[in-house]
C-alpha cells in the first residue's frame, strides 16, 4: 500500500478534527477550506461540500475569543504555528471547545500554500473544568459564595476601599437557635431552611454586594462603597425579611429568625479578617441582647 494511500486512510478513519486551509490572508478574506475530513462532517454538521471555498470563520461565534483569533491570525501571518484552545460552533449553532493545533505547510521551495489544522474536542472536559470550579467558589447547598471565595473576593475591596479612600462594610449573619431546627424538623427541613434563608437575602441586597457562606448557620455580606449607617439600615431590611419569608418543612411553617452584626473598614483593621472579627463581636452582642436584631460594632 503506498504512502499517499496510508496517509488518506489514517485522516478519514480519525475521530479528530482534520481541516486544511489555504494560506489568504485574513485580509482577503482567508483562510479559505480547501480540506475537511469525515470527522468534521460528522461533528461540525457540515458537509464537505459546504464549506469547500468558505472562510475558515465559518466556524466562529458570539462566544469565540477575540483575542485567541488575533492571535491565530498573528502566527498565521508570520508563518508560524500555534496551538490554542478555541470555541467553535456547529452547524446548528452547539458551541464546541477545541483544542486547536495549527500547523503551516510548505511546499518544496519552502513557501507556505497551506495551514492544518488537527482539532480533538475538549467541551466534556471544559464542562468539568468549569464544575469543578463552581464547587471551588459557590456553597453547592445554598448558591452563595464559599468560604475560601468570599474572604478572596473580600480580600480585593479591602484593597480597593483602602486605595481610594472608599466606604466598605461587612454584615454577619446567623439563623437563631437553627440546632433546634434540626433537631425537631430534621435535616432535610434545616438544608431547605438554609436555602431559603439565603433566597430571602439576596431579594435584598444589591448586585454589587456578596454573600458567603462562612459556617454551618453563619453567612458573611460583604457591602462595598458602604457606611456603616447605610450598613445598618440594610441590615434592618435583611433582617425583617428574613422573619417574613415562608420556611416549610413539608405541611409544617417554621419560624426563622436572625440575629446580625455590622462593622465598617476603620483604619485599625489590617485585613477583612479584622473587619469580620468586629462583625461577629457585634453579632454576639445581638445574641445576648435577645436575638433577632441588628448591632453596629463599636
Known amino acids: 500500500m503506498q504512502f499517499d494511500a496510508l496517509f488518506r486512510q489514517l485522516i478519514e478513519s480519525t475521530s479528530d478534527i482534520v ?22 462532517e460528522k461533528h461540525m454538521g457540515y458537509s464537505l461540500s459546504e464549506v469547500l471555498g468558505e472562510s475558515a470563520d465559518l466556524l466562529y461565534g458570539r462566544g469565540t475569543d477575540r483575542q485567541t483569533r488575533s492571535r491565530i491570525r498573528k502566527a498565521m ?12 460552533y ?7 471547545w477545541m483544542d486547536t493545533n495549527i500547523i503551516p505547510l510548505k511546499d518544496e521551495s519552502g513557501a507556505i500554500t497551506h495551514f492544518a489544522s488537527i482539532e480533538r474536542d475538549l467541551t466534556r472536559y471544559k464542562r468539568m473544568e468549569s464544575q469543578l470550579i463552581n464547587m471551588a467558589l459557590f456553597d453547592s447547598l445554598t448558591g452563595a459564595l464559599s468560604r475560601p471565595a468570599f474572604l478572596d ?11 481610594y ?9 446567623d439563623i437563631d437557635h437553627f440546632k433546634s431546627i ?6 432535610a427541613a434545616g438544608d431547605n431552611v438554609l436555602q431559603i434563608f439565603v433566597e ?3 431579594e435584598v441586597i444589591r448586585t454589587t454586594d456578596f454573600l458567603g457562606r462562612v459556617g454551618g448557620e453563619e453567612f458573611a455580606l460583604l457591602l462595598p462603597d458602604t457606611s ?34 455590622v462593622a465598617e473598614l476603620e483604619t485599625r483593621d489590617p485585613d477583612i479578617k479584622a473587619l469580620l472579627n468586629r462583625a461577629d463581636e457585634a453579632l454576639y452582642k445581638a445574641k445576648e441582647n435577645g436575638r433577632n436584631r441588628v448591632t453596629l460594632a463599636a
Open 19 to 40: 481541516l486544511v486551509c489555504d494560506a489568504t490572508p485574513p485580509e482577503k478574506g482567508g483562510p479559505c477550506i480547501v480540506f475537511a475530513n469525515p470527522a468534521f
Open 77 to 88: 501571518r508570520q508563518g508560524k504555528g500555534i496551538r490554542t484552545e478555541l470555541l467553535k
Open 90 to 96: 456547529s452547524k446548528e449553532g452547539q458551541g464546541y
Open 153 to 163: 473576593q473580600s480580600d480585593k475591596e479591602v484593597a480597593r476601599s483602602k486605595r
Open 165 to 173: 479612600h472608599r466606604p466598605l462594610s461587612v454584615m454577619m449573619i
Open 182 to 187: 434540626n433537631d425537631n424538623y430534621g435535616h
Open 200 to 202: 430571602a437575602i439576596q
Open 228 to 261: 456603616a449607617k447605610s450598613a445598618f439600615h440594610l441590615a434592618e431590611r435583611v433582617r425583617e425579611r428574613i422573619t417574613k419569608y415562608p420556611y416549610l418543612a413539608g405541611d409544617m411553617l417554621i419560624e426563622v429568625t436572625a440575629s446580625l452584626g
